[in-house]
């Protein structure tokens, strides 16, 4: 009776532990909707990357177009592909030796944008357009990966020409460029002139430091100031004439806003006595992003208008730069499921040989217009923004 008793209870023990373990097993198969899920390197993303790298770095100018992805390919080649460092030391040289043959009009020629004076004061001419002084930050990345003297010469050469030869608005914003500034006011002048600053207070001595970080702090407020709409937590797209902020909150204007502060935050002390204000605008923005989330996960082009359509590089701004600011503990972990969603969306943007789509191809004045242009032509700024976010987003 009793050997029988204790063969029950064997038999009972095992029931018991399947059940347990059968019902351990679903629970872990049934995550829930907003769970921390890792983003990986996918095919499509890799593709891109390929691609880029692949694209002749004589074809690779030093505007903005071409900088973002050169930095993207520093970015990745910590990543596991080091060929992007071997390709941007060949860019940088490439440029010193063609562009400082080249006259002013021709150099002008070479970008898109608008027109402004030359500096050639450094070993590397540039114009003093904001999305050209974008070239110190490749050099920047470049400097510290390799210690190249050439890409630490850019650094200073563009925050020198920030700090003495831009013009400024009557608000001591950096101008956009030479002849039409007056005219309007955008937030990624303040990234621009901000990041330039900061990460050339990291390259001299203390003194030279405070000034340059003085200077970055100073066009970061300003930037705030005329951009940042505390009551609905977005940026607006434009200042107009000096006289009135513009009406519509496009999805890059908080991409250049949230560029503008990590690039300050990255090399703000702790103890400076406006960190936590930057801190709290950071925090600020974040919350107003996932207000305004779209359904897929994407900003949408007019952030706060529900039926403009999703578009990839506000939302790979955005969400590239929270992931960091949460991983260096700017802002809290609470945007993980932003991220999360942004990425989503934004991987379902790359087509599988590498394409993006979904991204808004004009610029600020046709934004504040209402003026919908998704997808018209190729820029590079576009792949650029989607690989620096898979870069922060993906460990």
């Known amino acids: 009776m009793k050997s029988r008793q204790t063969v029950e209870s064997f038999f009972l023990l095992i029931f018991i532990c399947f059940i347990s373990l059968d019902g351990f097993s679903q629970k872990m198969a049934e995550k829930p909707d907003n769970a921390i899920q890792k983003a990986v390197l996918t095919d499509n993303i890799r593709t891109l990357l390929v691609k880029t790298l692949e694209i002749p770095c004589e ?13 993207a390919l520093l970015l990745w080649a910590k990543k596991g592909y080091p060929q992007g460092t071997e390709y941007v030391e060949k860019w940088l040289s490439y440029h010193i030796e063609h562009d400082n043959n080249m006259s002013d009009e021709e150099y002008l020629k070479s970008y898109e944008g608008p027109k402004a004076r030359i500096d050639r004061h450094g070993v590397l001419p540039f114009s003093i357009y904001a999305g050209n002084l974008g070239v110190a930050f490749p050099c920047y990345t470049l400097y510290k990966q390799t210690k190249n003297k050439n890409a630490k ?3 200073l050469s ?9 013009a400024r608005d009557k608000f001591g914003f950096m101008a956009h460029d030479d002849n039409e500034y007056y005219k309007f006011a955008i937030p990624d002048v303040g990234y621009f002139s901000v990041r330039g600053m900061a990460d050339a207070s990291e390259l001299v001595d203390e003194k030279t430091a405070q000034v340059f970080l003085k200077n970055a702090v100073f066009q970061a407020r300003t930037s705030i100031t005329l951009f940042f709409d505390k009551e609905k937590k977005l940026t607006r797209t434009i200042y107009l004439e000096g006289k009135e902020p513009g009406k519509t909150y496009w999805c890059r204007a908080s991409g250049w806003m949230i560029y503008t502060l990590t690039g300050l935050l990255r090399h703000l002390p702790k103890n400076h006595p406006d960190y936590r204000y930057f801190t709290d605008i950071y925090k600020q923005i974040a919350d107003g992003l996932v207000t305004y989330q779209g359904p897929n996960g994407g900003l949408r082009v007019w952030v706060n208008e529900p039926d403009s359509p999703e578009e990839v590089t506000g939302t790979s701004m955005t969400a590239g730069c929270i992931q960091e600011a949460m991983d260096k503990q700017w802002i809290p972990e609470n ?8 990425w989503k969306f934004i991987n379902s943007c790359v087509t599988v040989d590498g394409k993006v789509v979904n991204a808004y191809t004009g610029w600020a004045v046709p934004s504040e217009q209402k003026l919908l242009k998704m997808d018209e032509r190729y820029m590079g700024f576009v792949p650029g923004m989607v690989l620096v976010a898979a870069a922060q987003i993906i460990k």
């Open 158 to 166: 563009v925050a020198d020409a920030i700090l003495h030869y831009s």
């Open 153 to 155: 010469n850019v650094c």
């Open 59 to 71: 074809k690779m100018n030093t505007d903005w177009f071409g900088t973002i992805q050169v930095e």
């Open 335 to 342: 945007y993980n499921d932003y991220v999360r969603k942004a």
